[in-house]
């Protein structure tokens, strides 16, 4: 059974940094890619940022280009999210996502979280 399961949100001061963590399990996560999204009230779910298997290679939206990075370690079945110099229009929930053919499905569905909460005060 696909889990992951998000921490490290809170309530920090603009320019402040956090440290999201996302465990993962019940799926061979060194082989497959990760991503981060958050929602914030009113607003449509939207990417963050992801990473690939191996994390060669990352992405980032333009909101938070220079400012987080994702980056995964797979023998701890994590992957991170630092975010640094946060703004207020950063709050959200933010949520980890991957995409898996688990069992005997015939295709892939996406597995995400239950969020974590990240709020910047201004």
């Known amino acids: 059974q696909v889990q992951l399961v998000e921490s490290g949100g809170g309530l920090v001061q603009t320019g402040g940094s956090l440290r999201l963590s996302c465990a993962a399990s019940g799926f061979t996560f060194s082989r497959h890619a990760m991503s981060w999204y958050r929602q914030a009230p009113g607003k449509e779910r939207e990417l963050v940022a992801g990473?690939?298997?191996?994390?060669?290679?990352?992405n980032y939206a333009d909101s938070v280009k220079g400012r987080f990075t994702i980056s995964r370690d797979n023998a701890k079945n994590t992957v991170y999210l630092q975010m640094n110099s946060l703004k207020p229009e950063d709050t959200a929930v933010y949520y980890c996502k991957t995409t898996v053919r688990s069992g005997s499905s015939l295709y892939p569905s996406d597995y995400w979280g239950q969020g974590t909460q990240v709020t910047v005060s201004s």
């Open positions: 990473i690939t298997s191996a994390g060669g290679s990352t």
